[in-house]
C-alpha cells in the first residue's frame, strides 16, 4: 500500500513515556498509539483502573477488554495454560494487530474479563505503545500488562488520531500522541478458549494467514453460536458514526441519491470514482473517491467518518465493497456502522 502518504509521528519523548506510566502505576488511566486504533489503558491488575476506563467510556461492565503485553511481557502470567496454538500464533504475529482469547490464570482481576473465564492478549507493534507497555512493566517486577479497549465512547467510532481522542473526551484524558495508526481498524480476534479457533472479529491479520500458521481453518463469526463470549466488537450495531449511514452496491444507492437531490439534501456519498460517475460532481452530494487498496481504506475509514459527521450532511451513503477476503474486516465495519441505523431507517 501507498506509504508515502502517511504522516510521520511526532517524537514522543522518554519524559513523556516515563510520565505516562506513572499514571498508569498510580491507577490513572491514559490513552495511546498503537498500530490499529489509539486505546484507553489502565494498569490491568487495578479493578479500581479498569473501572475508570469503563465509565470514560460509558461501557457496560460485562464487556471484557484486552491486556496489552510488553515484547519482553510473559503471556504465560496471564493465562491458566498457554496451548501450543498460540505459541505458534504469538511466533508468526506478535508484536502485531492480533488478538489472543484464552483461558484466564486465577490471579487476574474478574473485571478485565469481564467476568468471563478467558483473556484477550495482544502485543501491539507500535513504538511508542511498547515503550509505554515497557516502562510500565518495569514498575511491576515486568509482568505488568494494560487494559485498554479502543479510546472511544461505547458504540462510537474508534479513533486513529491523538486529535480523534480528545475529540471523544476533551482534555480529561491524558493522551500520548504517536500520530495517525498505520492499520487503521481495531485487532483480528481470535479465540482459543473454546477447543477450537474461532475468528470473534476480523482484522489485518486474516483467517488465511491464521490457518496458514495453525494448519487448520479458524470458525468464522456467524452469530448464531449462543455460548460464545460477548464482544462489543461483535455487537451488530457497532462503530457508527451519528450521521445515519447506508452502506449498498452502487445501483442501489442511486435512487437514493436521486430522492436526496429532488428534495434538496445535502448528502455524503463514499464510492469508487469509476461508479459515481455525475454524481461525484451534483452540487447536494459532498463526494470521497473511496480507497482502492483495501489496507488503505482501512487505514481512513474512521477519519473518514468522523469528518463526515462533521460535513453537515443529512446521510452518508457508502458503497458496499467487493464480497472477497481481502475486503472482509472494512466491510465488516461498514456493515456495523449501518447497522446502527437499519432499525430506524
Ligand atoms: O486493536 C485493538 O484491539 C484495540 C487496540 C487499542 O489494541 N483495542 C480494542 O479494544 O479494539 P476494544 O475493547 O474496543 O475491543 C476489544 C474486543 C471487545 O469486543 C471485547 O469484548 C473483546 O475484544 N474481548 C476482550 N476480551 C475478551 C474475552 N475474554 N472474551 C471475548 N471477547 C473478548
Ligand atoms: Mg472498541
Given amino acids: ?137 518495569r514498575c511491576r517486577g515486568g509482568h505488568g500488562g494494560v487494559a485498554a479497549p479502543s479510546a472511544n465512547r461505547f458504540g462510537h467510532v474508534s479513533p486513529t488520531t491523538a486529535q480523534h481522542v480528545r475529540d471523544e473526551f476533551g482534555e480529561a484524558i491524558h493522551v500520548l500522541d504517536g500520530g495517525a495508526c498505520e492499520v487503521g481498524i481495531e485487532s483480528t480476534i481470535l479465540d482459543l478458549s473454546r477447543g477450537f479457533p474461532a475468528l470473534l472479529r476480523p482484522g489485518r491479520v486474516t483467517p488465511v494467514e491464521i490457518a496458514d ?30 450521521t445515519p449511514l447506508a452502506l449498498l452496491p452502487f445501483a442501489a444507492l442511486e435512487p437514493m441519491l436521486a430522492e436526496a437531490a429532488s428534495a434538496g439534501a445535502r448528502v455524503a456519498l463514499v464510492a469508487r470514482v469509476s461508479r459515481a460517475g455525475a454524481w461525484a460532481d451534483a452540487s447536494n452530494v459532498h463526494f470521497t473517491a473511496a480507497p482502492e487498496d483495501p489496507h488503505l481504506y482501512a487505514r481512513e475509514l474512521y477519519g473518514l467518518l468522523r469528518a463526515l459527521d462533521r460535513a453537515d450532511v443529512a446521510r452518508i451513503f457508502v458503497e458496499k465493497l467487493p464480497d472477497t477476503a481481502e475486503w472482509s474486516a472494512v466491510n465488516d465495519r461498514l456493515g456495523r456502522a449501518a447497522a446502527a441505523f437499519e432499525a430506524s431507517a
Avoid: M
Avoid at 35 to 47: R, S
Avoid at 216 to 234: E, I, K, N, Q
Fill in 1 to 137: 500500500s501507498d506509504r508515502s502518504t502517511f504522516p510521520a509521528a511526532p517524537a514522543v519523548s522518554d519524559a513523556q513515556i516515563g510520565a505516562a506510566a506513572a499514571l498508569l502505576d498510580a491507577g490513572e488511566i491514559v490513552a495511546f498509539p498503537t498500530e490499529t486504533v489509539y486505546g484507553l489503558g489502565g494498569d490491568a491488575e487495578n479493578p479500581a483502573a479498569v473501572a475508570r476506563i469503563y465509565a470514560a467510556k460509558g461501557r457496560p461492565a460485562n464487556h471484557p477488554v484486552i491486556v496489552h503485553l510488553a515484547p519482553h511481557g510473559d503471556p504465560q502470567y496471564w493465562v491458566a495454560h498457554l496451548p501450543i496454538e498460540a505459541q505458534k500464533l504469538i511466533d508468526a504475529f506478535w508484536p502485531g494487530p492480533l488478538t489472543l482469547i484464552l483461558e484466564r490464570a486465577a490471579r487476574i482481576p474478574d473485571a478485565v474479563s469481564g467476568g468471563q473465564t478467558s483473556v484477550g492478549l495482544r502485543c501491539p507493534s507500535h513504538p511508542v505503545a511498547q515503550r509505554l507497555l515497557e516502562a510500565f512493566s
Fill in 213 to 242: 500458521v495453525l494448519g487448520v481453518a479458524p470458525r468464522l463469526p456467524d452469530g448464531s453460536d449462543a455460548t460464545a463470549p460477548r464482544a462489543s466488537g461483535t455487537l451488530k450495531a457497532h462503530y457508527a458514526p451519528r
